[in-house]
């Protein structure tokens, strides 16, 4: 008997801390093994839910699979889903943000905004690379080629977006854009990189002046509402006879070197206003000025020197075969009279009674009959439309 009770003897473990323990984690894995394979980890409702950078090969090395790795990619093409679904508020402010400088600056920021995200995308793919080669776990290693997705789809948009970038610089004013875009997404970029320093500053320009239109109820220069539904025309030829102003010496000096120029009782120079005795032209002696002669000094005027270099052009030139040679007064001799021809282009604008311009001149308010002349510039005028209307031909839009 006692040998047989003996057989049956068996030893059972003692339920001492440490095996405890080692049962408990043994359940945990398994519950967590069995979870896993429940939710797949690579399906989007883990990704959404941050339930997706764990290992499924049970080796937790950071080496995955070329199936995951591309997996893990394309969750971070389409990134922009979940930070909709997860942050939709801090998601949207950025974007907002984003449509709201691009309004600011009426288009001239955009180009600025296609080479950053280009950057930042450039850099998310190079940056994702190295983790991906250097990752020590599976989930490093998911995060790292979803790191690439992201900065593939941001280089993408950069470059997809940059020949609409190009457009909206170019009509917001950014010279250097004009031109520049084409059917190639890379050369684009590369235009985009090139206009920046001048998208730069004119993105500033028109910022400054949609706030200020904003803020005080008047049209400013550059603002967008002076490029929205306007008309393109292109001035008549009208031959005048013109000279740079010349500002340098004292005040009997600037007036013996400045044909037909007075000076007033509060120091300024002008020249005389043949239509309006009482309203002589001023001049900006901080600026260029080229002085115009239209019947010799019988009837004057004065042209600002960024308005007259867009706008006339060498006569003998243009008469001889057409040539649109303008006339840069930067380049002129001081006090030497040259024949010029108007060949200016610009755009009409309508706006609505009492509507307050700034301009040049000062404030002036739209009355019966009048509408606002753009030059070349982005500088609004005040005119009477029926007799600027004999003045220019009128141009197709740019499609």
Not at 91 to 115: F, K, N, W
Not at 192 to 198: F, L
Not at 373 to 382: E, F, K, L, T
Request: glycine share 10%; hydrophobic share 40%.
């Amino acid at each position: 008997m006692s040998n047989i009770l003996e057989m049956k003897k068996v030893d059972f473990p003692v339920a001492t801390p440490s095996v405890v323990k080692n049962v408990k984690e043994n359940n945990e894995e398994k519950a967590l093994l069995n979870f896993e394979k429940a939710e797949n980890p690579n399906s989007l409702k883990a990704w959404f839910d941050d339930q997706d950078k764990v290992s499924t090969d049970g080796c937790d090395d950071g080496k995955i699979s070329f199936k995951e790795g591309l997996a893990s990619y394309g969750k971070g093409l389409i990134g922009i889903v979940k930070s909709v679904k997860n942050h939709p508020i801090k998601t949207l402010a950025c974007i907002g943000a984003g449509v709201g400088i691009g309004i600011l600056t009426g288009g001239a920021a955009l180009p600025l905004m296609a080479v950053a995200g280009a950057a930042v995308g450039a850099g998310s793919i190079v940056y994702g690379g190295y983790k991906a080669i250097t990752a020590k776990t599976d989930g490093e290693a998911k995060q790292a080629f979803e790191t690439m997705g992201n900065g593939t789809f941001a280089l993408a948009a950069s470059a997809l977006g940059s020949k609409q970038a190009l457009n909206s610089a170019a009509n917001a004013g950014v010279k250097s854009a004009n031109g520049l875009a084409t059917n190639n997404p890379i050369t684009n970029l590369a235009n985009c990189a090139k206009v920046a320093p001048e998208a730069l500053s004119v993105s500033a320009r028109n910022a400054k002046a949609n706030l200020l239109t904003l803020t005080t109820g008047k049209i400013h220069a550059h603002c967008n509402e002076l490029r929205e539904d306007t008309m393109p025309y292109k001035s008549k030829p009208n031959d005048v006879q013109a000279y740079r102003f010349n500002p340098n010496g004292t005040p009997e000096e600037i007036l013996a070197n400045n044909p037909g120029v007075f000076q007033g009782e509060d120091g300024s120079f002008y020249v005389k206003n043949k239509w309006d005795a009482s309203a002589p032209f001023k001049i900006d002696t901080s600026k260029e000025q080229m002085i115009m002669m239209y019947d010799g000094m019988a009837d004057m005027a004065v042209c600002d020197g960024e308005v007259f270099a867009g706008s006339y052009v060498d006569t003998a030139a243009f008469k001889a075969d057409g040539t649109l040679n303008y006339q840069n007064p930067a380049s002129l001799e001081y006090g030497k009279v040259i024949d010029a021809t108007k060949q200016a282009f610009g755009k009409f604008k309508m706006f609505e009674l009492g509507t307050e311009i700034e301009t040049l001149e000062g404030v002036n308010v739209i009355d019966p009959g009048e509408i606002v002349s753009i030059d070349h510039a982005g500088n609004p005028y005040v005119v009477m439309m029926a007799k600027q209307s004999q003045k220019v031909e009128f141009v197709p839009k740019a499609s």
